[in-house]
């Protein structure tokens, strides 16, 4: 137990307002000297020990009746081990500008809002804590360090399994813990929110998994550095939260990994970087099995690695040209409706002729040949009423397949686009009817061939002649009733017998899709 002789006077002077919820202030008005950096300096006049805190704060000094007991400290070294764990603490705690001697301690604690602003601290374990109220660490700079007196810390600030009722916020807050993660809330519930804005700076890993975000998680400006060549800057694999804010120039160098994240409202990269590891190798985005109702992914420039949208399901997709790298994995990529951006304006894509191609071409930067996203964009095409872009993508998933096919298949494919598009241009056919009924046509009628039977049957004409050739079903007399002697015209006769039957199925083939619109 602390007596209140062994306290120092500015001690006496946190011991006194506490129950009054009077704020202590330490600092002298010298901006030269009230820098925080340089708090290991401050002397015995500015010095409180961690002790005495965490006495006041579990009712070492009991609250004057009518007045709310609150611990407001600012300008402060605070000396010793500030050791919470496990308490129960009734009253709000608020540091400002205080540099801490060793980490702080709160795990599996209860407590009102905590307050730590504008201070140097070397971690805060706050693992299991409950907090009702905020947890507010605006300006502070944290740095992986020790924990407590009997081990060395890796992470800067631990809100593993942590809850929290109102928002926990980072803004402008710089966390460095270059040897692991700069910050490991898995599994928390923050009701208010996360904000990461205004100038917060991490270098190490973030790690979200599975937290629980109704308020969002919001890192608009916020710079990401992933110390060393390879690795995640930030991980929210199987987290839930309401909406994601990377945009307003947020960079990350470093891979950022969405597995399983399920969004209710929005996820932006509005203006953002993505980076992607130092050497190059890793992706810039992983959002595999990713929910969100409105994905707008208008980078400031392409990500310089791959990026990975498998199986995620998206409502609505904002993006521009040159939001993509060079790899895009979109295999089972699902979503309702497409907007570019253009000059700043997002307009709907469908409609530009320019725009299929372009989509086509965002298509092959998949590796490997899938049928899925050619379906998937066919499909927003035509219930966005452009029935014509959707059987161009479709005819370029034939000709995408077609490269995967062994060599004798690659030939029968090309014949079939060349003659009928694989059916999806099916004017092709009659175009090729036309010129293949007027070669025959002029071949056979510079000619006399033999009647079959003399006497009987109607007179030549090549032009029905050369019909009846082409047209596979019924006949009109003529090709039954003459035949040739030259080898080369009796050649083109069976020739275009072969033509008419593969134009013929291809014409039907065509027509069956156009009708069922597949």
Same mark, same amino acid.
């Given at each position: 137990?602390?007596?209140?002789?062994?306290?120092?006077?500015?001690?006496?002077?946190?011991?006194? =307002?506490?129950?009054?919820?009077?704020?202590?202030?330490?600092?002298?008005?010298?901006?030269?000297?009230?820098?925080?950096?340089?708090? %290991?300096?401050?002397?015995?006049?500015?010095?409180?020990? !961690?002790?005495?805190?965490?006495?006041?704060?579990?009712?070492?000094?009991?609250? *004057?009746?009518?007045?709310?007991?609150?611990?407001?400290?600012?300008?402060?070294?605070?000396?010793?081990?500030?050791?919470? @764990?496990?308490?129960?603490?009734?009253?709000?705690?608020?540091?400002?500008?205080?540099?801490?001697?060793?980490?702080?301690?709160?795990?599996?604690?209860?407590? *009102? /809002?905590?307050?730590?602003?504008?201070?140097?601290?070397?971690?805060?374990?706050?693992?299991?804590?409950?907090?009702?109220?905020?947890?507010?660490?605006?300006?502070?700079?944290?740095?992986?360090?020790?924990?407590?007196?009997? $081990?060395?810390?890796?992470? @800067?600030?631990?809100?593993?399994?942590?809850?929290? /009722?109102?928002?926990?916020?980072?803004?402008?807050?710089?966390?460095?813990?270059?040897?692991?993660?700069?910050?490991?809330?898995?599994?928390?519930? !923050?009701?208010?929110?996360?904000?990461?804005?205004?100038?917060?700076?991490? $270098?190490?890993?973030?790690?979200?998994?599975?937290?629980?975000?109704?308020?969002?998680?919001?890192?608009?400006?916020?710079?990401?550095?992933?110390?060393?060549?390879?690795?995640?800057?930030?991980?929210?694999?199987?987290?839930? !939260?309401?909406?994601?804010?990377?945009?307003?120039?947020?960079?990350?160098?470093?891979?950022?990994?969405?597995?399983?994240?399920?969004?209710?409202?929005?996820?932006?990269? %509005?203006?953002? +970087?993505?980076?992607?590891?130092?050497?190059?190798?890793?992706?810039?985005?992983?959002?595999?099995?990713?929910?969100?109702?409105?994905?707008?992914?208008?980078?400031?420039?392409?990500?310089?690695?791959?990026?990975?949208?498998?199986?995620?399901?998206?409502?609505?997709? $904002?993006?521009?040209?040159?939001?993509?790298?060079?790899?895009?994995?979109?295999?089972?990529?699902?979503?309702?409706?497409?907007?570019?951006?253009?000059?700043?304006?997002?307009?709907?894509?469908?409609?530009?002729?320019?725009? +299929?191609?372009?989509?086509?071409?965002?298509?092959?930067?998949?590796?490997?040949? /899938?049928?899925?996203?050619?379906?998937?964009?066919?499909?927003?095409?035509?219930? !966005?009423?452009?029935?014509?872009?959707?059987?161009?993508?479709?005819?370029?998933?034939?000709?995408?397949?077609?490269?995967?096919?062994?060599?004798?298949?690659?030939?029968?494919?090309?014949?079939?686009?060349?003659?009928?598009?694989?059916?999806?241009?099916?004017?092709?056919?009659?175009?090729?009817?036309?010129?293949?009924?007027?070669?025959?046509?002029?071949?056979?009628?510079? $000619?006399?061939?033999?009647?079959?039977?003399?006497?009987?049957?109607?007179?030549?004409?090549?032009? +029905?002649?050369?019909?009846?050739?082409?047209?596979?079903?019924?006949?009109?007399?003529?090709?039954? =009733?003459?035949?040739?002697?030259?080898?080369?015209? *009796?050649?083109?006769?069976?020739?275009?017998?072969?033509?008419?039957?593969?134009?013929?199925?291809?014409?039907?083939?065509?027509?069956?899709?156009?009708?069922?619109?597949?």
């Amino acid at each position: 137990m602390l007596s209140y002789d062994e306290l120092t006077s500015p001690e006496r002077e946190l011991w006194d =307002a506490f129950p009054e919820g009077r704020r202590v202030d330490l600092r002298t008005g010298v901006p030269e000297d009230d820098r925080v950096a340089e708090g %290991e300096q401050w002397g015995p006049g500015r010095t409180v020990r !961690a002790a005495v805190i965490a006495a006041l704060l579990q009712g070492a000094n009991t609250a *004057q009746p009518g007045a709310v007991a609150c611990l407001r400290l600012a300008g402060a070294r605070i000396s010793g081990h500030l050791n919470l @764990a496990g308490a129960q603490i009734a009253h709000a705690l608020w540091l400002e500008d205080c540099w801490f001697e060793e980490g702080v301690d709160l795990s599996g604690a209860s407590t *009102q /809002s905590i307050a730590i602003v504008g201070g140097r601290v070397p971690g805060v374990e706050a693992g299991m804590i409950r907090i009702e109220g905020r947890l507010d660490l605006r300006r502070s700079r944290l740095e992986s360090g020790s924990a407590s007196p009997f $081990h060395r810390r890796v992470t @800067a600030l631990s809100l593993i399994n942590a809850h929290v /009722s109102g928002a926990v916020n980072l803004n402008g807050a710089e966390i460095t813990a270059p040897e692991e993660w700069a910050v490991s809330a898995g599994g928390l519930v !923050a009701e208010g929110g996360v904000y990461c804005q205004d100038g917060f700076v991490a $270098h190490g890993e973030l790690r979200f998994m599975g937290a629980q975000l109704p308020g969002g998680l919001h890192m608009r400006g916020a710079l990401l550095e992933r110390p060393g060549q390879r690795g995640v800057a930030l991980a929210l694999d199987n987290a839930v !939260a309401s909406t994601l804010d990377f945009s307003d120039g947020f960079a990350a160098n470093g891979t950022v990994r969405l597995r399983g994240t399920r969004i209710s409202d929005d996820l932006t990269f %509005e203006g953002a +970087v993505l980076n992607g590891p130092p050497d190059g190798r890793g992706p810039s985005l992983v959002a595999l099995r990713m929910q969100a109702v409105d994905f707008d992914f208008t980078l400031a420039r392409p990500p310089s690695g791959t990026v990975d949208l498998r199986g995620a399901q998206v409502s609505y997709l $904002h993006d521009r040209e040159h939001s993509w790298p060079d790899v895009v994995e979109l295999d089972g990529f699902v979503y309702g409706s497409i907007k570019v951006d253009e000059a700043g304006e997002r307009r709907e894509a469908v409609g530009r002729r320019d725009s +299929v191609a372009n989509r086509v071409a965002w298509l092959r930067r998949s590796p490997g040949y /899938s049928p899925q996203p050619y379906e998937q964009l066919a499909s927003w095409y035509r219930k !966005a009423g452009h029935d014509d872009d959707a059987r161009r993508v479709l005819l370029a998933k034939q000709r995408h397949r077609r490269q995967t096919l062994p060599p004798a298949a690659r030939v029968w494919g090309r014949l079939l686009d060349v003659t009928v598009g694989y059916g999806y241009r099916p004017w092709l056919a009659g175009v090729w009817l036309l010129a293949l009924t007027l070669l025959g046509a002029l071949s056979f009628g510079a $000619h006399s061939p033999n009647p079959v039977q003399r006497g009987e049957g109607a007179p030549f004409q090549p032009l +029905v002649y050369t019909l009846d050739l082409l047209i596979p079903i019924g006949g009109l007399g003529q090709r039954t =009733a003459w035949s040739w002697s030259n080898d080369s015209l *009796q050649g083109l006769a069976y020739l275009l017998i072969a033509l008419g039957w593969v134009l013929t199925t291809a014409v039907i083939a065509g027509v069956t899709r156009t009708l069922q619109k597949n």
